[in-house]
């Protein structure tokens, strides 16, 4: 087997790694959003429940980490900052106090923000279009989502009264679900109106979330054809 044939099986076998890491994170993502949401809600207060909400939380980030990042650099730097989300969040859990609610949302925040960046670095740079792509781009969404669901969270505690519930605040030990909710209601533009901001920095934050919300598919979905096209020519060049 010559080394060039070597590095074509090497190359395809990472290629394929990379598309299950991403693939795991896509479905985890889904898994916690749509699956773990109502079971948590509905039965918050068993401490077994909370143990295996953390432990999915503490694995959607670890798969980010592995998922995005390549370079050891990238993944000590990353490593830290995920390590320290996933630690605030236990810490959190064990003692229950207000201000480890303030930095648990913050650090996920920042977390979170970086995944989206690394994702969308990923979907736009040139290249065909593949299905690992597609999957990552619905996983930028996803992660989106999240980030603005974050920033909701720590809105609320840093400005009590920001959201208005219409049937009162919910009695719930941790609204990260409730405001998951609300995130995804308010980039889809669905809105049902049971969880309306109030504060003008609540609006602000989902007026731009609806925006995005809108502005995403249309700008991906230009990217794509734009790359697909490209990578179509140039094929088509290399057989004349």
């Known amino acids: 087997m010559t080394k060039k044939q070597k590095e074509g099986i090497f190359r395809h076998l990472t290629d394929w790694s990379e598309e299950r890491k991403l693939a795991l994170l896509l479905a ?25 909400n953390s432990v999915i939380i503490a694995l959607i ?29 236990f810490l959190r859990l064990i003692f229950g106090t207000q201000w480890l609610r303030v930095w648990e949302s913050s650090s996920a925040l920042v977390t979170v923000i970086i995944f989206v960046f690394l994702i969308l670095k990923y979907v736009f740079k040139e290249g065909p279009v593949s299905r690992q792509r597609i999957e990552a781009a619905v996983a ?31 009695n719930l030990s941790d609204l990260r679900f409730e405001f998951n909710y609300f995130s995804v209601s308010t980039i889809t533009t669905l809105g ?15 007026m731009t ?31 004349v």
């Open 209 to 239: 979330e609806a925006l995005v919300g809108q502005l995403y598919p249309a700008i991906l979905l230009a990217r794509l054809v734009s790359l697909h096209i490209a990578h179509s020519y140039r094929s088509d060049k290399k057989d």
């Open 61 to 89: 980030l670890l798969l980010g980490l592995i998922a995005l990042t390549r370079r050891k650099v990238n993944q000590a730097v990353i490593g830290v900052i995920v390590l320290a989300t996933i630690s605030v969040h």
């Open 192 to 206: 049902y109106g049971d969880i309306t901001p109030v504060h003008p920095f609540a609006r602000a934050l989902a």
């Open 28 to 52: 985890a993502l889904i898994f916690d959003m749509l699956i773990v949401y109502p079971f948590v809600s509905l039965v918050q207060s068993m401490v077994a429940v909370q143990i295996i």
């Open 140 to 170: 930028a969404y996803l992660m989106i989502s999240l980030a603005f669901a974050a920033s909701y969270h720590l809105i609320s505690f840093l400005l009590p009264g920001a959201f208005a519930f219409a049937d009162g605040a919910p």
